[in-house]
């Protein structure tokens, strides 16, 4: 287990930090198989005789396991390491498959839920923030485009994933026997993927600094050059504020997302341009696109206008899409479909940009402890988007009301939300110096490989 020690992982001379980010995706890639659950739901259901909501409860498992792992076990990402951390994550995530494998086979569904939901989530968390305060300590000169890099992986990864298990599942059956042999393989092969991250992950030397290379000076007005401990970025309202700038910029975001295809469907029914199912499965597909590209195309752009301009532009253009599609969205296809685009680059943009926000607040002592505290909005937003749309649509449905008028409120809500992440972001400002690591004395060594 020496292997997995921090003090194994640091770098030799001449190590290029351009292989860091490789071992990144090969982790966030994998684990971000959870967003193609949706297609194990209906062979489940049919196999082992589950409601829609049975079916669901894996994957709602795995995600409240995320947050949870994540805050509790970022100081014990911090403390030993990320090659630890991975090796951890891969356990976790490819057991769990194999623990729901023996579940689908045997038909004991709650064998599948502590598999996937359980294991498998909390190889979710641990393996979503591993990579994080590696890259920014690699990349101090582009944090944000080194997290994007890494976080497009876990909103891409169901794009790799999703017809991979359909194939699978088309090949094997959609039996208790071929969704356990599909689950037994993603297992397998999820490992070996993870395992070349293990191998490739380095930490830089104490002190190591990129030849030539300093943040944009446009990003210094919050960018400090302390150290902050993740028991104190508790205690600073900085923290606080940016959890309700994720938690609003997520829960607008994810509303969407939730509810894209049955949206859109009633946005256009009974007009001219009616949506048919599979022009509305493109437009989730096109919104799953918009999330993976956000999340390097924005992030990339904070390193160069800032991260608290980059949330300005998130949650004031967000709040301004929200109302278009309220107000128009119905009078233009295109206009609907382009703004909820933005929405969705937005959601993940603002994933990507959260871990270098935090960088330039905290420093990057135990950033990535902080960024799994700070992960604890993703859950809440999680229950609160859904919930907020698909109450309003229901009360809606109830009332006798059809098409766009089933989502004014929770459109309006939504806006008023993002205004609030919004206020929540020009509060930030620079973190007081009592919330301060004591000053160590560090001669930085500068490398001249980047």
Same mark, same amino acid.
């Given at each position: ?159 790799? !994933?999703? @017809?991979?298990? $359909?194939?699978?599942?088309? %090949?094997?059956? #959609?039996?208790? +026997?071929?969704? &356990?042999? /599909? ?76 509810? !894209?295809? @049955?949206?859109? $469907?009633?946005?256009?029914? %009974?007009?001219? #341009?009616?949506? +048919?199912?599979? &022009?509305? /499965? ?81 420093? $990057? ?86």
């Amino acid at each position: 287990m020496n292997y997995l020690d921090r003090s194994r992982t640091v770098a030799p001379p001449g190590w290029s930090r351009w292989l860091v980010p490789p071992a990144a995706l090969a982790v966030h890639l994998s684990i971000g198989q959870a967003y193609a659950w949706s297609v194990f739901k209906p062979p489940l259901e049919s196999a082992l005789d589950l409601s829609g909501t049975a079916s669901a409860l894996p994957f709602q498992l795995g995600i409240v396991m995320l947050g949870l792992s994540a805050a509790f076990g970022g100081t014990l990402v911090e403390r030993n390491g990320p090659r630890w951390a991975m090796f951890v994550s891969l356990v976790c995530f490819s057991s769990g498959f194999l623990v729901a494998a023996l579940g689908a086979s045997t038909g004991q569904y709650w064998l599948v839920v502590l598999g996937y939901g359980f294991i498998g989530g909390i190889g979710l968390g641990i393996g979503y923030i591993a990579p994080v305060s590696t890259l920014i300590k690699w990349f101090p000169d582009r944090p944000g485009m080194a997290t994007g890099i890494a976080i497009m992986g876990f909103g891409g990864g169901a794009l790799i !994933a999703s @017809p991979w298990s $359909t194939a699978m599942l088309d %090949g094997f059956g #959609a039996d208790r +026997s071929g969704i &356990a042999t /599909a689950f037994l393989v993603h297992g397998v092969v999820y490992a070996a993927f993870m395992a070349l991250g293990v191998v490739l992950v380095r930490v830089p030397p104490d002190g190591w600094l990129p030849a030539g290379r300093q943040p944009h000076q446009k990003t210094r007005a919050l960018v400090t050059t302390a150290q902050v401990s993740a028991r104190n970025a508790l205690r600073t309202p900085q923290f606080w504020c940016l959890w309700v700038v994720l938690c609003m910029n997520v829960t607008a975001g994810i509303g969407v997302l939730e509810k !894209a295809a @049955p949206m859109i $469907t009633d946005f256009f029914a %009974g007009t001219s #341009a009616a949506v +048919s199912t599979s &022009a509305a /499965a493109g437009f989730v597909a096109l919104l799953s696109l918009a999330n993976m590209a956000g999340r390097i195309l924005w992030s990339s752009t904070s390193d160069l206008i800032g991260r608290k301009n980059m949330y300005r532009v998130y949650l004031g253009a967000g709040a301004l899409m929200y109302i278009l599609i309220a107000r128009l969205g119905n009078d233009s296809k295109p206009l609907f479909v382009c703004c909820a685009l933005v929405i969705l680059s937005f959601y993940g943009g603002g994933f990507a940009t959260a871990p270098a926000y935090l960088k330039d607040l905290f420093g $990057t002592y135990q950033v990535g402890a902080i960024h799994g505290r700070l992960l604890t909005a993703w859950s809440t937003a999680g229950v609160l988007g859904p919930l907020i749309v698909n109450r309003f649509a229901d009360a809606g449905e109830r009332a006798g009301h059809s098409g766009p008028s089933l989502y004014t409120t929770s459109l309006t809500v939504m806006t008023v939300l993002l205004v609030v992440g919004f206020v929540a972001n020009e509060c930030i400002r620079p973190v007081h110096a009592r919330f301060h690591e004591a000053p160590e004395e560090r001669t930085p060594r500068v490398h001249q490989d980047s």
